[in-house]
């Protein structure tokens, strides 16, 4: 008899933000392969006596492959009852999920997923912006440009079409070929963009910009998120405009009243 899997999101960080389901688990797991990017306040909710694995990419000057991840945890669900496999935001955002949930199947290992909140959302929400927006995002995309990520080729022009938000996981270093890319795709230089760095922890750090200079930003603490698109207007600049639109509203209103 195997025990079960728990592919379990922890969010961006801050411990509030794990569910209700993610704490239980973890205070009744007896074993906990979790990622570099799932903070120590997170791992400290885990039962005293649970197995805690790094299985992160890199492990010290180790590399883990997904692989070793893989049978890592089919073995634990060989004597553990309940494992969890702790991944930073939510486990089907980038998690490479796919491959994890393809060995269970195949070792025949009985597993579920618990939510978790992305990256993409804890950062809008930390800067107060919205990622959609019935006047100028009708759309939010999740990308990524990093190669780790898959072999697949990013569609810069069909994703600057969308005239959506853009929310770009893992940009690395490649910041100034994403802004190059997005303008070659057409967007103009003016596009409003927002660094967050490490959303919802103690050293969390925005930075807001344009696409025009993206380029010659040093890039923030990883991990960090990008954002493009008309929602990552300056948080006090659209504050003003709201402002002001809604001051000349009055004024509409008290000029068609008078
Ligand atoms: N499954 C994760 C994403 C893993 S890919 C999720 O749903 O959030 C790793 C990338 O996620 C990082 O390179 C970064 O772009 C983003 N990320 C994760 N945590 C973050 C945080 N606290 N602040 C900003 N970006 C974060």
Redesign the pocket.
Known sequence: MTGKVYLV?A???DPELLTLKAIRLLRIADVVLH?A?VSDEILRLARPHAQLIAVGKRVGDRRITQRETNRQMIDSAQWANIVVRL?????????RAAEEMAALREAGVEFEIVP????????AAQARIPLTDREGAPSVTFI?A?KA?GDYPVDFTSIASTNGTLA?????GSYGEISRQLMTAGLPATTPCLM??????EN?ALQWSDLGSLQSMIPPE?????IVGEVARCRDESETVAWLQSQNEVLQAAGQEA
């Open positions: 999101g969010g961006p960080g990622d990017l991944k930073g935001g939510d486990p089907l955002v980038f998690g978790g909140i992305t990256a993409a959302i804890a950062a990524t990093h990520a770009i996981y893992m940009p690395g967050v760095s490490n959303a919802s922890r969390q990883a991990p960090a998120l990008l």
